[in-house]
């Protein structure tokens, strides 16, 4: 009978996924999603191969597991970070710090392009992680046209482009470069959305 870790059968599984999450993680960002297999997440987790299928039935849905709890991490803490910021400015000043500095595994890691190894409802299923962190950006910049701090505008499109933005930007590692590049990136955000 395989070990239990933790207090009980729940805790067992919550740390099983975690390990396995976290085994996905190291590997993506040494190797890539394309070249590793669930053996080797298995052995990184330091689990059986056997016990990665009762949790995930394939890779993908490993995947998507992972991101699905990536994102729920975040959303909790951008949630907690917009908690007591009243305005939109500064609302969309703390959502540009806090896009900046998630780590994005899943689009960072060596190998190919997420998009063309993976199937067409796992695609879907990832672009509906990033509706959910969109959401918030919608409502944020919804909320200053309401408000009049923001000017009238297309809100999607505005989003849209916001969030080009932030995906593919690189933050340099150290001071004074990394917030030089922060507060070049909330300005830039801020004029675009029409406020400086």
Same mark, same amino acid.
């Given at each position: 009978?395989?070990?239990?870790?933790?207090?009980?059968l729940?805790?067992h599984?919550?740390?099983?996924?975690?390990? =396995?999450?976290?085994a996905?993680?190291?590997?993506?960002?040494?190797?890539?999603?394309?070249a590793?297999?669930?053996a080797d997440?298995?052995?990184?987790?330091?689990?059986g191969?056997t016990?990665?299928?009762?949790?995930?039935?394939d890779?993908?849905?490993?995947?998507?597991g992972?991101?699905?709890?990536?994102?729920?991490q975040?959303l909790?803490s951008l949630q907690?970070?917009?908690?007591?910021?009243?305005?939109?400015?500064?609302? =969309?000043?703390?959502?540009v710090?806090?896009?900046?500095?998630l780590?994005?595994?899943f689009?960072?890691a060596?190998?190919?392009?997420?998009r063309?190894?993976?199937s067409r409802?796992s695609?879907?299923r990832l672009?509906?992680h990033?509706?959910?962190v969109e959401g918030?950006?919608?409502?944020i910049?919804a909320t200053?046209?309401e408000?009049? &701090?923001?000017?009238?505008?297309?809100?999607?499109?505005t989003v849209?482009?916001?969030?080009?933005? =932030?995906?593919?930007?690189?933050?340099?590692?150290?001071?004074?470069?990394?917030?030089?590049?922060?507060?070049?990136?909330?300005d830039?955000? =801020?004029r675009? &959305?029409?406020?400086s």
């Open positions: 009978m395989p070990k239990i870790i933790g207090g009980s729940r805790e599984r919550e740390q099983t996924r975690n390990r =396995l999450f976290a996905l993680s190291t590997l993506m960002t040494e190797r890539g999603f394309d590793i297999s669930f997440i298995a052995a990184a987790a330091g689990v191969r016990a990665v299928y009762n949790h995930f039935p890779k993908e849905a490993l995947l998507i992972f991101i699905g709890h990536e994102t729920e975040y909790g907690r970070a917009l908690r007591d910021v009243d305005d939109p400015v500064s609302q =969309l000043q703390t959502y710090r806090a896009q900046l500095g780590k994005r595994v689009h960072l060596p190998g190919a392009d997420l063309t190894v993976l409802s695609q879907q672009r509906d990033v509706v959910q918030i950006l919608t409502n910049i200053g046209v408000q009049g &701090v923001f000017p009238a505008q297309d809100v999607p499109t849209s482009l916001v969030s080009g933005c =932030l995906q593919g930007k690189q933050i340099p590692e150290r001071d004074p470069e990394r917030t030089a590049a922060i507060k070049a990136t909330e830039f955000v =801020l675009a &959305v029409g406020t």
